[in-house]
Structure formats: C-alpha cells, structure tokens
C-alpha cells in the first residue's frame, strides 16, 4: 500500500455553493489508499469557502486554498496543477461536477500497471439523470490506444476523452505545457498535446457526471468566443509538427480544416436551434472578416450540412410537440 502512487484530485471552484459539497465528498470517497484533494477556490462571492472549511475539518486528505486574488478558470487551473499538486497522477474535477465511481482511480492505477507507458488513463462520463449508469455501452477491460491515431480520427472517435473521466502523469502534463491556452476548450487542448506520441488507456465504466446547468461555459453564446475557440486545433496541430516532424504536414491540415468546418456548423446548428438568428448573423459576419472565411463558405453552403441542420430542427419540433388535450 505504501508504494502506491500519490494521486491528486484538482477542485478548481468559483460561487459553486449550491454544487462544491458534492464534489469533494465523491472525492474524498474514492477508496485509493494514497490520495490528496486540493480545492482551490477564486474568491467567491457565495458561501463556497465556508463550506469548504467545514468540510477540510472532516477529513485530512483534503486542502483548501484561497486565491488572494481572482485568478480565472485557467489561472486556477494552472495554479493547481503547476504549483499545488505533488501527486503523480492528478485529475481535475470542476467544482459543479461529481464522481459517480469510488473505486475508478483504483482502477486507473490498476490497469497504469498493465500498461506502464501509459500517460493518460480515462474513463466514461455517468448519464445525469442517472448517475450510476454511463451514457452509452463500451467494451468491457482496460485497453490501449495509440494517442496519435486517436487524435488524428478527432472527432470520429469513442470513446471520447473528458476531463472530469481523465487522470494523467502531472509532470509529463507540466512539460507540455498544460493549460496554456486560454480558450473554452483549454482542456480538450492540454489532453490532445499529451496524447500525441504517446499511448493512452481507456478503462470502461461511467467515473464522473459532466452537470449541465446555465452557467456552464459550453452554453457561451458570444460568436467571438466560440471563433476563438478555433485555436484548439490550430494550436494541437503546431504542436503535433513540432513534436512529431514525421507526420505528413497535409495530413495535419485536413484535420485541422475539417475541424473547424465541424466548429462552423456546430454554430449555426447551436444558434438556429436557440432560435438566436441575430446572434448566428453576427456569428457570420464575423467569420467572414476572420481568417477562417473560406472554411466558412465550405461549411456553411454544404448541402449534406444544410440538410443536417434540417433534420436537427424536425427533431427538436418533434421533441418539443405536445398533443392538444381537453
């Protein structure tokens, strides 16, 4: 037991009063002998730092940290992965999320043994609804995967790499220069940098559940952000040349240029859907001025997407119909 790696659960948390108790106690749960939890909260305006100082009295794994001052989602995240954990392995757990399994960082750790190359383990996310059952079925054991050939497939891959189901090696995260990117899918980025050239590990079974709720920042509206966001792959595929010169400079554009054509329509899916047709003008206006204008053209006058988008709508006016009742 004393030779088991120390593992570090990250709890980044801002105004989360409502969601922060359930975090740290899934946390604390977790049935590994050698844990640390370190919940750092960026000056919260709510009740979050008092519930976080009674629950550290309950429980010695658990450290709490008050930024001096505010330092933002990624600040957060970097202060903790570069200057608070010492595990060797770490994970960060949003303070809004929770772990559904008190078991998987064993599991994790278990199957980093039969695979000791292994830089990156992950697991599924739980369905909301139903916490202890995962979204969808997967194979059963641990197995490898090729972390290039897995990025490179991006985004036709499952299972997919989440961040509240992904535990990885803290100092091969730090030398690649984790959340560095300052983006809305600053995570998806760090994990992409550190799949590539390396193997990674998918351990089935639900871990975590990703919660949805208006403050999320996947529900961003602003076109800017969401084109900025653009750089996830912009940046993974700089980094894939630099680190892998070998791999084919067009093959790293074509994945580069279908996934942001992806981006585009995702967009004009997102905004259509909210009914937000000034917002998806703006959206439009904006990419033409950008340097992603013909991607642009590509994708927003594409018959196979217009007809998507179509289907998508049919789908929500049938989701959202209700039959007349007297």
């Known amino acids: 037991m004393n030779a088991a790696p120390l593992v570090t659960i990250m709890i980044p948390t801002c ?29 919260s305006a709510d009740s979050t730092p008092a519930i976080l100082k009674e629950l550290q009295k309950t429980d010695t794994r658990l450290t709490v940290v008050e930024n001096r001052t505010k330092l933002g989602r990624l600040g957060n995240y970097r202060n903790l992965l570069y200057r608070l954990a010492s595990g060797d392995w770490v994970i960060n757990l949003d303070g809004d999320d929770f772990f559904t399994d008190r ?94 050239g390396s193997q990674i590990v998918y351990v089935p079974g639900a871990v975590a559940v990703w919660r949805k709720h208006s403050n999320n920042l996947s529900a961003e509206k602003d076109p800017a952000v969401l084109i900025a966001n ?26 580069k240029r279908r996934n942001i054509r992806r981006k585009i329509y995702t967009g004009f899916l997102f905004y259509k859907l909210a009914g937000e047709y000034g917002m998806m003008r703006l959206f439009q206006a904006k990419l033409k001025e950008s340097p992603y204008r013909r991607d642009y053209f590509r994708a927003r006058f594409s018959p196979v997407n217009r007809i998507k988008i179509r289907i998508h709508r049919l789908l929500r006016q049938i989701e959202n119909f209700r039959p007349f009742r007297r």
Request: charged content about 25%; glycine content about 4%.
């Open 230 to 255: 653009f750089k996830l792959f912009e940046s993974t595929a700089d980094f894939a040349q630099r680190l892998l010169p070998g791999l084919p400079r067009e093959k790293l554009e074509r994945w």
């Open 103 to 196: 078991s998987f960082v064993s599991r994790f750790l278990h199957a980093a043994q039969v695979y000791p190359e292994a830089v990156l383990i992950f697991g599924d996310l739980a369905n909301e609804e139903n916490p202890h059952r995962r979204k969808s079925p997967r194979a059963s054991g641990p197995h490898a995967l090729d972390g290039t050939g897995y990025v490179l497939k991006w985004p036709g891959v499952f299972p997919r790499i989440q961040h509240a189901a992904c535990l990885y090696r803290r100092k091969e995260a730090v030398a690649r220069g984790f959340y560095s990117l300052d983006i809305l899918s600053s995570d998806y980025e760090s994990l992409f940098k550190l799949a590539l």
């Open 15 to 43: 105004n989360q009063e409502a969601y922060i108790r359930e975090a740290v106690e899934s946390a604390l749960a977790q049935d590994y002998p050698n844990l640390e939890v370190i919940a750092a909260d960026d000056c």
